[in-house]
């Protein structure tokens, strides 16, 4: 993606253009009156879904987010370039070879992709082998006007049918490969990563295919298994079904957040098209970012399980670094807080749906679809919802489930930002414990103070969905260029622990320039950089020295607790993408599944050595 589609994609032309005339909601679309002549009825019309403007009266004109700054600043090309790459937060560096041709890799590896998803979906239609997937399809009550929408497809129970058929299209192994469509033998060539089961194309809100989901149609385990992470492919980046739901969203003026494929595909089908899933346990900034171009409101509906529960709690995993705040002492924030500090800096609605106990959004709405309508209008705001799942299974008789209830719900209080609101739940929490509000507000004191609740989430508990988010990497990289007389202490880390390439390869630079000098200058260091990197180091270092400082003394233990973290992440991630392979390993390899089998052990081993320690010395 060029610099102009990167800042096309990151600033929206609603949001922009509403900072100078105010728009009205026309439909889908949105009017007001042309800045550009005297109109004397609303005759300038703003495009969503094309990122364009017009303007059907006098003007005759339109465009889209250059050309309207252009026009309504007085600005040339270069100058209105420069302030929207400044708005998106996008370097205007000239695009080197490497880069014209990282995209040039992209649009190959998209185009495979798109062949592969006609492939899969005319299979599912057409084949034979085909009628398991369709009878999965029919007892879930999925119609074939849900396929086609989705482009579902079925993956033939064979090694190397999409390889074969890719192949003889033009495309080469390593392509293929390099789309995350095929696995690598040990002995040489490639299989079929996904073989026998039901496919469920992930587009990006433009309608590209990004790569696949696919369900197992047996008892084979894992009964999901999702492309490998690819240049295309990153779940935290996207959100099942956005391509056909961003104009439902427009129109609902709300985003519905579920877990599944089906989930999505069973709302789309019954009509509540605004209704999208995370491919994960909780939304990442990322994802926050496509939604928040198209509303404010965001309702999370989430199994009623505890597992489900857990993962509403976590809740949207947004690293507020996008919103123009930092919380300083832990770049991953605490995770039952991300929604209060969302609603707080982004000025979102957000409410949580409750759904009946063992019953998920696809059983909802194929069983009674007015009930799920009923669920969405009765959705909880997001304190309520805290409140019914802290209070829940809780002696609030005792002394002691009193004060566990306080410790829960305080410092999720003390972050709301508006002072009434914040008010309204003291005096809720006061009643439901029975304890005087003046003694609850004296706590929220102390809170607010900077002291911790005793019990309260610690800064640095972690959760496998956080793994995408390059939060915690650069608060690392920011800590060691700030600190570099203590690097010694951690051999531990290497260049492979950060996923952000322009941190790995600006780590690698800072071991380099450290083994070669005795003293470390942090201007000295950046003028070695390649201009990127330098960009890219001199905009990390500034955005995180806008918080408040750590003391030096406290300095080594964060830097230790950042490695921990990091190293914990690394095999988080590791042990994900090993135990989506491990099956096909076994079924073709024995030798090879011994090996990855334990492989996959130690690395659970490790990460549970690592929990058993939580809330000791990395505490």
């Not at 079904?241 to 789309?268: C, F, P, Q, S, W």
């Not at 199994?303 to 919103?323: F, I, M, N, P």
């Amino acid at each position: 993606m060029g610099v102009i589609d990167e800042i096309k994609d990151r600033i929206d032309v609603v949001e922009l253009i509403s900072g100078y005339v105010p728009l009205q909601k026309a439909g889908r679309n949105y009017k007001a009156l042309c800045p550009f002549h005297a109109d004397t009825a609303p005759s300038f019309i703003v495009f969503p879904d094309g990122q364009r403007w017009h303007c059907f009266g006098a003007c005759g004109t339109g465009g889209d987010i250059f050309t309207f700054l252009m026009k309504k600043e007085n600005l040339d090309f270069s100058e209105a370039l420069r302030i929207l790459a400044e708005r998106a937060g996008i370097s205007l560096s000239p695009r080197t070879d490497e880069q014209e041709a990282q995209d040039e890799r992209q649009r190959l590896l998209r185009e495979i992709n798109s062949a592969a998803a006609q492939y899969y979906h005319h299979l599912l239609v057409h084949s034979p082998l085909a009628q398991i997937a369709r009878e999965y399809l029919a007892k879930r009550e999925i119609a074939e006007e849900t396929w086609r929408d989705f482009q579902l497809g079925y993956a033939l129970p064979e090694w190397e049918a999409l390889s074969h058929h890719l192949i003889a299209k033009g495309y080469t192994e390593a392509d293929i490969f390099a789309a995350g469509l095929s696995v690598e033998r040990e002995s040489g060539g490639h299989y079929d990563r996904f073989r026998g089961r039901l496919i469920f194309p992930i587009h990006d809100k433009k309608g590209s295919v990004l790569g696949f989901g696919a369900r197992a149609l047996d008892d084979s385990v894992p009964k999901y298994v999702n492309t490998a992470q690819t240049p295309l492919f990153d779940k935290g980046n996207i959100l099942y079904g956005i391509h056909v739901a961003k104009g439902a969203i427009r129109d609902a003026g709300a985003a519905i957040i579920v877990e599944g494929y089906t989930d999505v595909l069973m709302a789309h089908q019954h009509g509540y098209r605004s209704v999208v899933a995370a491919m994960g346990t909780a939304l990442t900034e990322s994802q926050v970012r496509t939604l928040r171009k198209l509303t404010k409101s965001f309702i999370l509906a989430m199994d009623a399980d505890a597992a489900g529960k857990q993962a509403s709690l976590r809740g949207l995993e947004v690293v507020k670094k996008h919103y123009g705040v930092e919380h300083r002492q832990s770049p991953e924030i605490k995770a039952a807080y991300q929604h209060i500090w969302l609603k707080k800096y982004v000025d979102a609605n957000i409410k949580v749906i409750t759904m009946p106990a063992g019953q998920d959004p696809d059983d909802v709405i194929r069983k009674d679809p007015e009930q799920w309508a009923q669920l969405v209008d009765q959705a909880l705001p997001l304190m309520e919802y805290y409140f019914q799942v802290a209070a829940a299974g809780k002696d609030l008789g005792s002394a002691e489930g009193k004060s566990m209830l306080v410790r829960q719900l305080l410092p999720l209080m003390k972050e709301i930002g508006d002072g009434i609101e914040r008010a309204h739940y003291l005096q809720k929490l006061a009643r439901l414990v029975r304890i005087d509000e003046r003694t609850l507000a004296e706590e929220m004191k102390r809170l607010r103070a900077g002291r911790r609740v005793e019990g309260s989430v610690a800064d640095d508990e972690l959760s496998p969905a956080l793994e995408t988010s390059p939060a915690l990497e650069n608060y690392c990289l920011f800590l060691l260029v700030h600190a570099a007389e203590l690097f010694g202490e951690l051999d531990e880390l290497g260049p492979d622990d950060f996923v952000v390439a322009e941190n790995r390869y600006i780590f690698q630079a800072l071991v380099d320039s450290l083994e070669a000098k005795q003293t470390f200058d942090v201007e000295g260091f950046q003028a070695t950089l390649d201009p990127l990197l330098r960009e890219h180091l001199h905009a990390l270092l500034e955005d995180w020295a806008k918080g408040p400082s750590l003391p030096e003394d406290q300095l080594p233990a964060e830097i230790e607790r950042s490695v921990w973290r990091m190293k914990d992440r690394k095999d988080r991630r590791e042990l994900e993408e090993l135990e989506s392979l491990l099956l096909d390993v076994q079924e073709r390899h024995d030798e090879e599944g011994v090996a990855l089998r334990r492989r996959v052990d130690s690395l659970r081993r490790r990460i549970m050595e690592r929990e058993k320690v939580r809330g000791g010395t990395h505490a």
